[in-house]
């Protein structure tokens, strides 16, 4: 999977089978965890935007509601 390196993330985007979002896939180098979020509208390479996605994906996996990310993230397995 190639990533770009932005700070402490690595990150891209892919096209989603629903055009024309896209799939989002966000690493957290120190953390060594990585979330994909399905069909967002928009992604940038700034290191504030990926942090605050990557909080509120962690957020929602832990059980909170947030109406944009519900049932798109999910956590990736490193092989």
């Given at each position: 999977?190639?990533?770009?390196?932005?700070?402490?993330?690595?990150?891209?985007?892919?096209?989603?089978?629903?055009?024309?979002?896209?799939?989002?896939?966000?690493?957290?180098?120190?953390?060594?965890?990585?979330?994909?979020?399905?069909?967002?509208?928009?992604?940038?390479?700034?290191?504030?935007?990926?942090?605050?996605?990557?909080?509120?994906?962690?957020?929602t996996?832990?059980?909170?509601?947030?109406?944009c990310?519900?049932?798109?993230?999910?956590?990736?397995?490193?092989?």
């Amino acid at each position: 999977m190639i990533m770009e390196t932005v700070g402490i993330w690595q990150w891209k985007t892919e096209e989603s089978e629903n055009a024309p979002f896209l799939n989002l896939t966000i690493k957290n180098t120190i953390e060594n965890k990585t979330i994909f979020i399905s069909d967002v509208v928009w992604a940038v390479g700034r290191e504030d935007f990926l942090a605050g996605v990557y909080k509120t994906a962690i957020e929602t996996l832990d059980g909170a509601d947030h109406c944009c990310y519900d049932g798109k993230v999910s956590l990736v397995e490193e092989i």
